[in-house]
């Protein structure tokens, strides 16, 4: 199945959803005209990510008048979204939805949240428990959140149930500029990067030529309380190889072709998930589980 895939690298507004659901709908009509049926935002692209206090006031049911909206925006394009969920014990959680159809397919609830540096998330918000692969018009995907990818696992159970698209909303902020470094005779490069953006680029290529499947990396832009998010949103395909990325720092819409045939050659050629031992792994889990018990 071949079809046009977009990411939208907005900026949203902190607190605001009224105005960032205008920037949704703003994105789904851009995407729409150029032909894509699925849109990727980045994490908490509802609502801002350094929320704090601001979380209950912003969360949102799943049944929600806000939600509901968001579902009649993918009744013609699939849309992955970002948002503050409030579940029917009012616990709220980081979460990625997966909409089509006008009907949300799948919830995902972010896992690692991550409590370092400039981060506090896990002091305002719940953890997931679980990562499942879902069925899709596009062929079976999971979404895994921003910290969700520093932790291999996730991946790589996504991967084992069936997942032949990545979907990695996130919010990810700048950490320092460093040039590239140029090889003796080599041409000028591409101007400065960044050590964030490079390492994320790696665990793209990785997840996508290890699991033979296609990633799309939605990253978000902007300023919060002087924190900068860099964006250099990413769709990578089964090979490894980036199929299209966006710039640093400014919003922009991306889009690429998506040839699902490609996962089966990648396959073909590098047949590594046939040859998973899953009873192995989960063995040796067991077996250093029960040693840090010990």
Known sequence: MKFLAALAQIGPTLGNVEVN?????????????????LLVFPELSLTGYF???????????????????????SRDIALVVGFVEESARHTFYNAGAYFEGGRLVHLHRKIYLPTYG?????????AGSQV????????????????????PGLAYVASQDGADLLFIPSASPARGPHR?????????????????????????????????????????????????????????????????AAPLGKPHLLTAWVDTAEVRRSRVISPTLRDENLHLVLRELRRVEGRARD
């Open 21 to 37: 659901f205008g920037i949704f709908e703003k994105a789904v009509r851009q995407a729409r005209r150029k032909g894509a049926e």
């Open 51 to 73: 929320l704090k206090d601001m979380v209950p006031d912003v969360a949102e049911r799943t049944g929600g008048e806000l939600l509901r909206r968001v579902a009649a925006l």
């Open 118 to 126: 400039l981060f506090d998330e896990h002091r305002y918000v719940g």
């Open 132 to 151: 499942r692969a879902f069925d899709t018009r596009f062929g079976r995907a999971a979404i895994i959140v921003c910290e969700d990818a520093w932790h």
């Open 180 to 244: 590239r470094k140029r090889a003796p005779g080599a041409a000028p490069g591409r101007g400065p990067s960044l050590s964030i953006q490079r390492t994320w680029q790696s665990l793209n290529r990785a997840y996508a030529a290890a699991f033979n499947q296609y990633v799309f990396f939605a990253n978000r832009v902007g300023y919060e309380d002087g924190i900068h998010f860099w964006g250099g949103s990413e769709i990578v395909a089964p090979s490894g190889e980036a199929l299209a």
